[in-house]
Structures are given as C-alpha cells and as structure tokens.
C-alpha cells in the first residue's frame, strides 16, 4: 500500500500466463460477453417497438388501434424506457458489491436470470384492453427490474473480459462487451423488422410484438448454462470489508469522471441507435419497416467498427480513438440528419448517414469498456465502473428519447437529435483529454 493508493488490497502473486491465455480466456470472454446480448436484444426491442407498445399499454381505447393522444402515449412510452435506466445505478451499487465482494460469477449469475425473467413477463403481460390502467403499472414494474439487472450486468462483465485479458489486449476484450450490445441491438431491430415485415400490421399490434420478448427465454437459458461454468478472474479474491473513508471520496471523484468521459458514447448512442425508428416515424413520416431497416442499418455501421476500435485502442490508446469518435460525431451529426430529412437523397446516401452515424459510435463504444476497468482498482472495479456507466446511461441515454420526443413536440425542431447528440459528445472532450497516454499498457490495479 502507498500513500496515494486509497484502497488497499491483500498482495497477490501475478498468475501464470497459461491461465491469461488459451480457452479460460475466451470461456470468460464468452461468459461476460453473453449477458449484454440478452439485455441489450430486449432495450432493442422495445425502443423498436415503441410505437406498437405506446399503442398497446399507452393509449386509452382499444388495444392497437392507437386511439387519441398518440404522441403523449409515445413519450409516456419513452418514460416508462428511461425509469428503467434510473434503477441501473441501484443495481450498479446492488450487484457490485456483490461482484467485488462475493465474487464476479455470482453477480453475473443473478442479473441475467433477473433480465430474463422480466423480459419474458413483458410478452406475457396483458395489455390496457385487458386490464385496463394496471397495465402500464405492470409494463413500467417490469422495467424497472431490468433496469435493476442491467445496472449490475456492465460492471461484472467488463470486470470479468477485462481481468481474463492478456496483456496488451484489454481494449480488445472490453469491446466485445460493446460488441455484443450492438449484436444485442441488431438482433432486436432485426427481430422487429422481421415481424413487421412477416406480419399485418393489425397482427403485429395484436400479438406479434410478444414474439420478441418471449425470445429471451432461451436466450437467458444458455447464458446462464455459460456463466455457471465461468471461474472467478486470477488475482487476488474479492475483498471484503468496508471501503475507506479516503477511498470511497476517491471512488465518488472517480466515478463522475467517468461519466463525463462516456455522457458523448452514451448520448448519441442512443440517438442514434434505440431512439431512431421513432424518430424517423413521428418526425419524418417514415413507415415503421423504413424505420426498422435504417435502425438496422446503424447498428450495423455501430457493430463493425467496435472490435478494431478496440484493438486500436491496445496500440495508439484510448484517449484519441474515443476523441475522434466524439468530435466526429459533433462535426457530423447535424450534416447526416440533414441527409435523412432530404427528400432527394439517394437510398445510398440514406444508407451511408446511418451506417456512418453508427460507425462514430463505436469509436466511443470500443474503447470505452476498459477505459472505464482501468480507472479503478480491483476490490470496486465491479462497482466503480458499472456505477460510472449506469449513471452516465440514466442522464444521457435513458432520457434521449423522452427529451428528444418531447422537444421535437415542443419546438417543431426536427434537429433536435443531431444537437443533443453533438452537445453531448462536446461536453464529454475535455473529459477525454484527461486520460494519460499510458493507461493501455500499464496493468490493472
């Protein structure tokens, strides 16, 4: 223990490298990786179906025939989806402890079969035709014991990926939690845009928007058969005990440090990739497999370039691959909306804004997980860095579709998307010219 290091922890000796390397890593990697698809699929699937769930569990009158007062049962939508990310940092805290205390395996045990559970309940959920008003109660119960989940979910397994890395391939690791995010979110637009294009539209709103949710089931079964198998990183066990007096001030300055460094990746994230399909519905008339298929789009654009920003990252650091994705997306988020709003723009043009608009978000996205591991020592790096993430996604992600819906309501502004994901990202640069250009290579605390 020095005097600078806050948060003393029981020496340990360096594990061997057979054990950073070969199968236990990539069972680990797997193992972490596997809970974000689960929940991220059903966060995709939701903001997809928006429109059809607001019609559903939103709207007074009969179920699906969306009624009066659509565009108040959109943002009561948008706010039943941000309550859910403001239960995440109660998870954050909740689950953390138990990953930084118990051990990781256990932690990320119970968040994806408390994800699962919820997410099937959704599609088994009566709707406001049924019930009546205890429906959106229900609806909006449901999300806050995801948002429990998730909250506990990135902190265990970008702690879990980035602690099985070896050396010099943490940033690699820590995307493929990103990586399986944006897969999560393919998958679910997909799964959308399937249903919609498989589907009347009178079938969809009647039925079909079940199908999706009760996909987690077995989703949430094999994550669950892969994390029981998982063993705890190598290293020092979990510490138990209280944490510093001195140490939990550095882990508060920490963690809003943090959030200033992922409130951009966050922001636009979300604007880009979960909000859109509404987006492109309520403010530009497009139909909701238009909607789908540029979402998948985005998604795709945001899924390839994770992995080599990643990677990138192992060599040059974090600190300019996540500038660039943020001043990327400052510098062109108002042009590529602008291309979406023009009614002379080719299909490739189209095609281009968004899979772009994707691919700027996974500059931030690929780095971002081991950034944050490497802010905070072992004995709170489960609740450190899951804190840091869940609150920036509560602020910034969890309410983009609220503000940005209700703003475009307001003001009849229909660039309200590209300013708050460009304000967000500019607000995060000074935050990421903090990181030291070393970071990458030295190991984790």
Known sequence: MTASDPYPAPPAPAPPAAVRRGGTSRRALLAGSVGNLVEWYEFGVYGCLATVIAANFFTPGESGTGGTGGAEALVATYASFALAFFFRPAGAVLFGRLGDRVGRRPALIAVV???????????????????????????????????????????????????????????????????????????????????????????LHAWGWR??????????????????????????????????????????????????????????????????????????????????????????GFAAAILPAGALSDRIGRRPVMLCGALGVVVLALPLLHVLQSPAA????????????????????????????????????????????????????GCAGLVITALIAGTGDTAVPAYYAAGACALS?????????????EPLR
Do not use: K
């Not at 199908?211 to 066990?237: D, Q």
């Not at 001195?246 to 990746?265: D, F, K, Q």
């Not at 000074?430 to 290579?441: C, E, I, Q, T, V």
């Open 346 to 397: 080719s299909p490739w043009a189209l095609a281009g804004a968004v899979l772009l608009a994707g691919a700027l978000v996974g500059l931030l996205a690929g780095p971002g997980p081991a950034m944050l591991a490497e802010m905070f020592p072992r004995r709170v790096r489960c609740t450190g860095l899951g804190l840091a993430y869940s609150l920036g996604n509560a602020v910034f992600s």
């Open 113 to 203: 079969g408390l994800m699962t559970l919820a997410t099937v309940m959704i599609g088994l959920l009566p709707t406001r035709a049924a019930i009546g008003p205890a429906a959106p109660w229900l609806l909006t119960l449901l999300r806050a014991l995801q948002g429990l989940s998730a909250g506990g979910e990135f902190g265990g397994a970008v702690s879990l990926m980035t602690e099985y890395a070896p050396v010099g391939r943490r940033g690699l690791y820590g995307a493929w939690q990103s990586f399986t995010v944006a897969l999560g979110l393919l998958t679910g637009a997909g799964t959308a845009a399937s249903l919609a294009s498989a589907l009347s539209a009178e079938a």
């Open 429 to 441: 640069c000074p935050a990421l010219l903090s990181l030291r250009g070393r970071d990458h290579r």
């Open 211 to 300: 199908i999706p949710f009760l996909l987690a089931l077995p989703l949430g079964a094999v994550a669950l058969w892969l994390r029981t198998a998982v063993e705890e990183p190598p290293g020092a066990p979990p510490a138990a005990g209280a944490v510093p007096q001195a140490g939990a001030r550095e882990l508060a300055r920490a963690v809003v440090l943090g959030v200033g460094r992922i409130m951009g990746w966050s922001a636009a994230g979300y604007t880009f990739l979960v909000v859109l399909p509404s987006y492109l519905q309520a403010a530009l008339g497009a139909s909701l497999r238009e909607a789908l298929v540029a979402t998948a789009l985005a998604n795709t």
